[in-house]
């Protein structure tokens, strides 16, 4: 009795046998494969970011962190900055994901920390157009929120902190990449 294997390059590998029936098998092999940009970085960095712009809502725009942002999730009424912090900071680090996912594809892993930091402003003013400006208001107003801001809402100190996100976000990838 003698055996045969052959490989194919589909991965087939043919067995044969002498006096006995043949048999094919096919083998799979798994490739790992990750996306681009780092998004652990992109946690970190929005976390950063997310931090200096908390700061100025909580300064200059209390009721955005108080009352419109934890009525996203039916959080508030009553104010409740303690819960607006929690969820605005997890906001920032997803959106920080999001960051790394489009420098990544865009193939700015490993450019200069000037590309990572205007690139970040960018982020942070297009979040402000379309997440700020025009689905918050939508959202707020379904969930029937006290703070029912205009739609658009293109209010100038929510453009400066969603600016002030993106370069801080921006600057701590660029930082830690």
């Given at each position: 009795?003698?055996?045969t294997?052959?490989?194919?390059g589909?991965?087939?590998?043919?067995?044969?046998?002498?006096?006995?029936?043949?048999?094919?098998?096919?083998?799979?092999?798994?490739?790992?494969?990750?996306?681009?940009?780092?998004w652990?970085?992109g946690?970190?960095?929005g976390l950063?970011?997310?931090?200096?712009?908390?700061?100025?809502?909580?300064?200059?725009?209390?009721?955005?962190?108080?009352?419109?942002?934890?009525?996203?999730?039916?959080?508030?009424?009553?104010?409740?900055?303690t819960?607006?912090?929690v969820?605005?900071?997890?906001h920032a680090?997803?959106?920080?994901?999001?960051?790394?996912?489009?420098?990544?594809?865009?193939g700015?892993?490993?450019?200069?920390?000037?590309?990572?930091?205007?690139?970040?402003?960018?982020?942070?003013?297009?979040?402000?157009?379309?997440?700020?400006?025009?689905?918050?208001p939508?959202?707020?107003?379904?969930?029937?929120?006290?703070?029912?801001?205009?739609?658009?809402?293109?209010?100038?100190?929510?453009?400066?902190?969603?600016?002030?996100?993106?370069?801080?976000?921006?600057?701590?990838?660029?930082?830690?990449?």
């Open positions: 009795m003698w055996v294997h052959e490989r194919g589909d991965n087939t590998v043919a067995t044969t046998q002498s006096g006995m029936a043949s048999e094919t098998a096919t083998t799979t092999d798994t490739v790992l494969e990750t996306t681009p940009g780092n652990r970085v946690v970190i960095g950063v970011g997310g931090a200096v712009f908390g700061i100025l809502l909580s300064v200059q725009m209390t009721n955005v962190i108080e009352v419109a942002i934890p009525s996203m999730y039916g959080l508030a009424p009553p104010p409740n900055g819960i607006g912090w969820v605005h900071m997890s680090a997803v959106l920080g994901v999001v960051f790394a996912g489009i420098v990544g594809v865009l700015f892993d490993g450019a200069s920390a000037w590309k990572h930091v205007a690139a970040g402003l960018v982020f942070g003013v297009v979040l402000w157009v379309v997440l700020a400006a025009l689905i918050m939508v959202w707020l107003d379904a969930v029937g929120s006290p703070a029912d801001p205009p739609l658009p809402n293109f209010n100038q100190t929510s453009l400066v902190g969603h600016a002030v996100y993106g370069l801080g976000l921006g600057i701590a990838y660029a930082a830690l990449e």
